[in-house]
């Protein structure tokens, strides 16, 4: 595993991108992997760690409603095990139950103090609309070590109202697990660095690492401080671990 790691004075705490790799509908794998992850994470002092977009069932759409799953499922006790062990919150991407026939595109947030979160993508994306309902939430805030994280999933950061409305709500963390192409990435990127610039946030991007659901992902993780500046990016695809902490 890759780590690209910076400081900065603009980062309030050590938060981190998973660039995982993950296995086709196999989530007890997904979870092995994504432990690797957190341990890494835990001896960089990572306090909120996040993953990519559906990173624990990978991108298959027409398998979500058979990998349903939710923070208290038994396949995750070993990342809620290690969200108390390293006092570290950890946002995974799977499917989740929307109380209807197709699940949510969702990010499960584990936290150390066991008040876990599901935040479910608000803007679906192509044929995601087939398979998936959309959320009814755009923001999903969360507080922890004294800071302010809203959740994004892909597509919504292709929208500049979703930013917005997490910086109107408070937030100074905008993270985001997401599946992306080289060039959806070149044209995504900007915006990226534009919602940290002009809502004075950090903005966390974790991309896939490798091919998932047919789409080749270019990974190039990275996090942007509040000015707008890329501090740490994957320097491809393949799993790393990007962190940005305060100088």
Known sequence: M??????????????????????????AANVQNHLRFV???AQHGVQWLVFPELSL??????????????ADHALLAPLREAAQRTGMAITVGAPVD???????????????????????????HGSETRFATAGSAQVGLQAWAG?????????DT???????QAAAAGACVYAA????????????????????REHAMTVVIANHGGPSGGYLSAGRSG???SQGELLAVARGTGDCLVIASRD
């Open 39 to 41: 341990e890494a994470a």
């Open 57 to 70: 069932t990978g991108y298959e759409l027409a398998a979500m409603p058979d990998l349903v799953l939710h």
């Open 2 to 27: 890759d780590i690209a790691q910076a400081a900065s004075k603009s980062i309030a705490f050590a938060i981190a991108a998973a660039q995982s790799t993950s296995v086709p509908l196999d989530v």
């Open 223 to 225: 996090i942007w401080d």
């Open 98 to 124: 929307s109380g209807s026939a197709l699940p949510f595109v969702g990010a499960i947030t584990l936290r150390p103090d066991g008040q876990h979160y599901v935040y479910a993508k608000y803007h679906l």
């Open 177 to 196: 697990g997401i599946l992306t192409s080289a060039n959806g990435y070149a044209a995504e990127a900007p915006l990226w660095a534009r919602y940290a």
């Open 147 to 155: 800071q302010q994280i809203a959740s994004a999933i892909c597509a």
């Open 158 to 164: 292709n929208y500049p109202s979703h930013a917005a």
